[in-house]
Nanobody
Framework: QVQLVESGGGLVQAGGSLRLSCAAS????????MGWYRQAPGKQRELVAS???????NYADSVKGRFTISRDNAKNMVYLQMNSLKPEDTAVYYC???????????????WGKGTLVTVSS
């Protein structure tokens, strides 16, 4: 059983910062890419940022220069540092990871339950 648990969401004023954390636990052999998605009310879920096991990050254009994704492979964790937050960043943020549970197994995508980020103007 694999679980992803997010933390760090909350209410912040525009221009402020938040740091999201996601911990992967359970039967994990290795983790490929990890990432953060978000879903605002009435909108589709979208990729915010992802990072490969080797550390290469990828960002949505809307957050480049403001958000930074990082991971700690030893702890099976991924982080999202969010600076210069805007009201349009308000959404539920979901952690995603492609996890291999046993040697020679294919990776499977797992999702956390989400953490709410609200940015007030």
């Amino acid at each position: 059983q694999v679980q992803l648990v997010e933390s760090g969401g909350g209410l912040v004023q525009a221009g402020g910062s938040l740091r999201l954390s996601c911990a992967a636990s359970g039967s994990i052999f290795s983790i490929n890419a990890m990432g953060w998605y978000r879903q605002a009310p009435g909108k589709q879920r979208e990729l915010v940022a992802s990072i490969r096991s080797g550390g290469l990050p990828n960002y949505a254009d809307s957050v480049k220069g403001r958000f930074t994704i990082s991971r700690d492979n030893a702890k099976n964790m991924v982080y999202l540092q969010m600076n210069s937050l805007k009201p349009e960043d308000t959404a539920v943020y979901y952690c995603n990871a492609n996890i291999i549970v046993a040697r020679y197994s294919d990776g499977m995508n797992y999702w956390g339950k989400g953490t709410l980020v609200t940015v007030s103007s």
